[in-house]
């Protein structure tokens, strides 16, 4: 059972414009959530995150929005720049200390 | 800078074989995770460790097992490799996550060790 999901295996945008990635939840006992980046041959590191008292946190070109109504939370990419090729992971924390992921969705910035 | 190793980047090993990866911090870090990267599957979390010699069973613990013996290190053992455990392990490390203090304390990954059973 996915509790975490992210529908859109992958995701194709041109350079300069945004990216969003989305992501649902079904429990509504997580109340942090996460994004992890990963390139080929590493492993995953820590974008962003945001707590469920919040409904937006930003950190330079990213952004993330929490809809706790709707279990939903989307990272959004703005410019998007090439070095942002990469599989994006979204995570809620459940019990202490443990993450549980979506799927990923591997996205492509094109020149 | 903060640094979690894993012993191989890519493993060869044959249905049967008892294979060990081992995973090592140097952040002083309590907690320790082993997931699997599968296709379509996002990472899943096999066993954790919070501490020296304590040891949880994640969502997916059957065929594997773990050893903590020391702070810094973190073992995931297939006692019996099967084809199905063909896969990217990753591990990661945090410190811990005080009781009472909503807050995260994020897990950071090493490179993570493509194994493959034939």
């Known amino acids: 059972d996915q509790q975490v999901k992210q529908n859109s295996p992958s995701l194709s945008v041109q350079e300069g414009r945004i990216s969003i990635l989305n992501c649902d939840y079904t429990n509504s006992m997580f109340d942090y959530f996460l994004w992890y980046k990963k390139y080929p041959a590493e492993g995953p590191t820590f974008l962003i995150s945001?707590?469920?008292?919040?409904d937006k946190n930003e950190d330079g070109r990213f952004t993330v929005f929490l809809n706790k109504s709707a279990k939903h939370l989307s990272l959004h990419i703005v410019p998007s720049q090439p070095g942002d090729s990469a599989v994006y992971f979204c995570?809620?924390?459940?019990?202490?200390?443990?993450?549980?992921f979506g799927q990923g969705t591997r996205l492509t910035i094109n020149p | 800078d903060v640094k979690v190793t894993q012993s191989s980047r890519y493993l060869v090993k044959r249905t049967g074989e008892k294979v060990f990866l081992e995973c090592v911090q140097d952040m002083d870090h309590e907690n320790m995770f082993w997931y699997r990267q599968d296709p379509g599957l996002g990472l899943r979390l096999i066993y954790f460790?919070?501490?020296?010699?304590?040891?949880e069973k994640g969502d997916i613990p059957e065929g594997y097992s773990v050893s903590r013996e020391k702070k810094e290190r973190f073992s995931l053992i297939l006692e019996s490799a099967s084809t199905n455990q063909t896969s990217m392990y990753l591990c990661?490390?945090?410190?811990?996550?005080?009781?009472?203090?909503?807050?995260?304390?994020?897990?950071?990954f090493g490179p993570g060790t493509r194994l493959t059973v034939l």
């Open positions: 460790s919070y501490d020296v010699k304590m040891k």
């Open positions: 990661a490390s945090s410190s811990l996550w005080l009781a009472g203090v909503r807050t995260y304390n994020e897990q950071f």
């Open positions: 995570a809620a924390v459940g019990g202490a200390q443990k993450l549980v």
């Open positions: 945001i707590s469920s008292i919040k």
